[in-house]
């Protein structure tokens, strides 16, 4: 095949939701229906020797939450599906935001009981940002939710997006018959079963047989009532406004009982776009160019512990990869030759030889490759929209035991590296300083140095509350400000200056006394262009 053969057959999406909703679940559905694996983890029974597949980190199976964005690739109806599977958690939304930037569709978990939540509401902002197409699966009609029409209303009038049913839930709860099809004509009838794929799917045909009123009574009569209302009131399925991001096909089903997942599946296939152009500051990349190009969206540190490994997850942008092939790191200048390149099911991994724009890729490193990297066989490109954002919370980090000083380094470089956290190195010395969106991360990072460093740490609040990268067009007047302003500078993972403060007033007054000095809500990649978001 073609490169632009292989990148059409390509479907690269992420599920995103709201903690709880089920979106681990969903991914495990979706790979066993696409035949991935043959027994879904038991999402709910942590205590198991089965785990969800796109859960992988010790923290994760210990506490049932997704803390980390995993990559699964998949073939189904002669599609490569890359589906990316981000944590819900709001203390992790920064590696949620890079995820959705490798992506080219959402899929939104909504449940069914809560609505629309607040984490949900923070990842469309972003994901509309991007224009990314969303697909919405409304899960947990097996349990006492609320009603469909309500649902639909809440979505169309809180994220400001038209919704088209292509589903329509019959009951709910105990009285939770199925889903009638809306663009077949037919009603899939449900069956409670939560591991194993089965084969026999009740169907029965049209809205207005008689068969479906005669067995499902006033719950069928209402549901046809709700139909005949959304069929009248609601737009027609436009495409082009999907691809837009301002249509959203929706779906009923409950993902633990293996119910509606086919048509999404499908639906991910008929409706999600492939692989499209992307933007460098150079230029537009279109992803069927005969020369590679690809963006370091994510660093994940040991995912094999017993290799001290870390993986930089890179998203192909244009041209075919080969194993072997000789990269550039548009950044530092310097060429890399992968020989152990590998595709992902969550933490399993294989060796792969080609892969094609869509396509997630690992590359095994020791440091070579940094968080926005852009790699190309010599082109000088630079893809933007990696941001880091400014923390909101400041803790020190001390060592139980003086003597695994080495070891501490080593740990908050490697997890600074891959955005689990931020690291700040204060310019007149003293205690590294750690930087979060959310107290999670602070508990993921202690876990994670203890368990996959032999850290013990003890973490201590620090007088800071907000950061500000510095940036100044005369590289003198830089260094005056560093200098008169010591006690509140300090370097991140790479060495880009950052101003502290421990109240809003303080950074104020820095703003006005210093007119040449650029303050910095949030800098992108390793490059250090800076967004446009400046206080002042």
């Given at each position: 095949m073609t490169i632009s053969q292989e990148?059409?057959?390509?479907?690269?999406?992420?599920?995103?939701s709201h903690p709880d909703a089920g979106k681990t679940t969903l991914t495990e559905k979706l790979l066993l229906f696409a035949g991935a694996i043959h027994i879904a983890g038991s999402v709910k029974s942590r205590k198991a020797s089965r785990h969800a597949t796109s859960d992988w980190m010790e923290i994760e199976k210990q506490r049932g939450i997704s803390v980390a964005s995993?990559?699964?690739?998949m073939e189904y109806r002669g599609c490569v599906i890359n589906l990316l599977d981000t944590p819900g958690h709001q203390d992790f939304s920064e590696d949620t935001y890079r995820v959705l930037t490798a992506v080219d569709a959402a899929l939104m978990v909504i449940d069914a009981a809560n609505g629309v939540e607040a984490q949900t509401l923070r990842l469309l902002e972003v994901c509309r940002a991007r224009n990314t197409p969303i697909l919405t699966f409304v899960n947990k009609m097996d349990r006492e939710v609320r009603e469909p029409l309500d649902l639909i209303?809440?979505?169309?009038?809180?994220?400001?997006?038209?919704?088209?049913p292509f589903a329509w839930p019959v009951g709910m709860g105990h009285h939770f018959h199925g889903v009638f099809d809306l663009k077949r004509d037919r009603m899939r009838v449900f069956q409670p079963g939560e591991d194993k794929l089965?084969?026999?799917d009740e169907i029965i045909t049209g809205l207005d047989n008689p068969a479906l009123t005669a067995r499902f009574g006033e719950s069928f009569t209402q549901a046809r009532q709700e139909i005949e209302l959304i069929r009248g009131a609601s737009e027609e399925f436009d495409h082009?406004?999907?691809?837009a991001g301002q249509q959203t096909p929706v779906f009923f089903g409950s993902a633990i009982n293996n119910f509606g997942i086919q048509e999404v599946l499908d639906a991910l296939i008929d409706l999600a776009p492939s692989p499209g152009p992307r933007k460098a500051i150079q230029r537009v990349v279109q992803p069927d160019e005969p020369k590679f190009s690809g963006v370091v969206f994510k660093i994940q540190?040991?995912?094999?512990?017993a290799h001290r490994d870390r993986i930089a997850f890179v998203r192909i942008c244009s041209g075919r990869f080969e194993r072997g092939m000789n990269l550039h790191v548009v950044r530092s200048g310097k060429d890399i030759r992968p020989g152990s390149v590998v595709s992902f099911l969550s933490q399993r991994r294989e060796l792969l030889d080609v892969a094609y724009p869509g396509d997630i890729i690992g590359i095994p490193n020791h440091g070579?490759?940094?968080?926005g990297d852009t790699l190309t066989e010599g082109e000088e490109l630079q893809?933007?929209?990696l941001p880091f954002f400014s923390p909101e919370i400041f803790q020190t980090v001390e060592l139980a035991d003086p003597m695994r000083g080495k070891q501490l380094k080593l740990g908050l470089a490697q997890l600074g590296e891959e955005g689990a956290i931020q690291v700040f190195r204060p310019h007149a010395g003293g205690a590294l300083l750690l930087g979060a969106v959310g107290t999670l991360q602070f508990e993921v990072v202690a876990h994670r140095l203890k368990h996959e460093y032999g850290v013990d740490t003890r973490l201590a609040s620090a007088k800071y509350q907000m950061a500000r990268w510095v940036t100044a067009d005369d590289p003198r007047e830089l260094k005056r400000f560093i200098d008169t302003n010591a006690h509140r500078v300090a370097y991140d993972a790479v060495d880009a200056p950052t101003f502290l403060a421990s109240f809003g007033a303080e950074l104020s007054v820095a703003q006005e006394s210093w007119k040449l000095i650029s303050f910095h809500r949030l800098r992108e990649h390793a490059g250090l262009v800076f967004q446009t978001h400046m206080d002042g």
């Open positions: 990148a059409t057959r390509r479907r690269t999406f992420a599920i995103i995993s990559v699964m690739q209303n809440e979505i169309e009038q809180t994220l400001h997006m038209a919704t088209v089965a084969n026999d082009t406004a999907f691809l540190a040991n995912m094999n512990p070579t490759l940094q968080l893809f933007t929209g």
